[in-house]
């Protein structure tokens, strides 16, 4: 499965960014998809991902609350919607795809997409 990225950018504190994720293939739902991301310095953090069928969903704490993952299986996308953004929330987010869910590390997804930069100001 190939997977693209987009709906980053920059937004100052307190507002709102929708990331997609569009994905390729007909074997889409049988995909967990998980969002990623990278700040400056930093490692992948796992912030949300979520289950083929879209039954199933995990965040991180630090964005529980604040952000919400979802997909639409017959449009072959999932959404992150970022909603009371913070500073620290500034980061490169990628989308990756695992034949399982429910892990949380980089090692367990096998296709990535390309990233997409979320710049919050403060």
């Known amino acids: 499965v190939q997977l693209q990225a987009s709906g980053g950018g920059l937004v100052q504190a307190g507002g709102s960014l929708r990331l997609s994720c569009a994905a390729s293939?007909?074997?889409?739902?049988?995909?967990?998809i998980a969002w990623f991301r990278q700040a400056p310095g930093k490692g992948r953090e796992n912030v949300a991902s979520i289950s083929g069928s879209g039954t199933g969903t995990i965040y991180a704490a630090s964005v529980k609350g604040r952000f919400t993952i979802s997909r639409d299986n017959a449009k072959n996308t999932v959404y992150l919607q970022m909603n009371s953004l913070k500073p620290e929330d500034t980061a490169v987010y990628y989308c990756?795809?695992?034949?399982?869910?429910?892990?949380?590390?980089?090692?367990?997804?096998?296709?990535w997409g390309q990233g997409t930069l979320v710049t919050v100001s403060s």
């Open positions: 293939g007909r074997t889409f739902s049988t995909y967990a």
């Open positions: 990756a795809a695992a034949r399982s869910y429910g892990y949380f590390t980089v090692e367990n997804y096998d296709y």
